[in-house]
């Protein structure tokens, strides 16, 4: 599938991360997030929660989701919930409901990813599509204009395991902070 040149490509070339724990993490990652969603006339902003409650390392996307709609978002848009999870058996269908159902939306993919020991704890904002289910070595769709992903544990032995054995603490914090970015991000985008 080819996608089409992203405006924001040169808006930042490197991935942008923060820690739970740092200073102002919140009001950083949702200026950050500001700067990197387009016009919101011009296209819906739509964010798509990847994972699945049956593994608590998976659960990131659709804990975001769930959080979202406890939040009442006014302008933003998204799918992936604890009731209806988007995963790798329905990723497809759901992306083709979501761009028939928006009018040229701009898609932000939430996921939780594994990554160094020194990362886990960590959000990262990158330009371009989310590439789901690559730790499990599994061939889905590529998703989204930008990706936003939390480091919920270490990478590279047993990745199945690791994702199944992840502290659901982790995760919760995880999912609180980034539903709260989004939420400040949508405040500043609406004033």
């Not at 395991?161 to 902070?177: C, D, G, I, P, W």
Request: proline content about 5%.
């Amino acid at each position: 599938m080819q996608f089409p040149a992203n405006p924001l490509r040169n808006l930042f070339k490197d991935d942008y991360s923060v820690f739970l724990d740092d200073e102002n993490a919140v009001e950083q990652f949702a200026d950050r997030l500001c700067k990197s969603i387009p016009n919101l006339y011009a296209s819906e902003v739509v964010f798509v929660c990847i994972g699945t409650d049956r593994s608590t390392g998976d659960s990131l996307g659709p804990l975001v989701g769930t959080m979202l709609g406890e939040l009442n978002l006014n302008r933003f848009h998204y799918y992936g919930t604890l009731d209806e999870p988007i995963h790798a058996l329905n990723l497809s269908e759901q992306l083709e409901m979501i761009k028939s159902k928006h009018n040229n939306p701009f898609i932000i993919a939430i996921d939780a990813c594994l990554g160094r020991v020194k990362s886990i704890g960590s959000v990262r904002l990158s330009n371009g599509p989310l590439k789901p289910g690559a730790a499990m070595k599994k061939e889905l769709p590529p998703v989204g204009e930008l990706n936003l992903t939390g480091v919920v544990n270490v990478s590279g032995f047993m990745e199945f395991y690791v994702l199944q054995n992840t502290r659901l603490s982790l995760v919760m914090k995880l999912a609180r902070f980034i539903a709260k970015s989004i939420k400040e991000t949508e405040v500043k985008l609406t004033c």
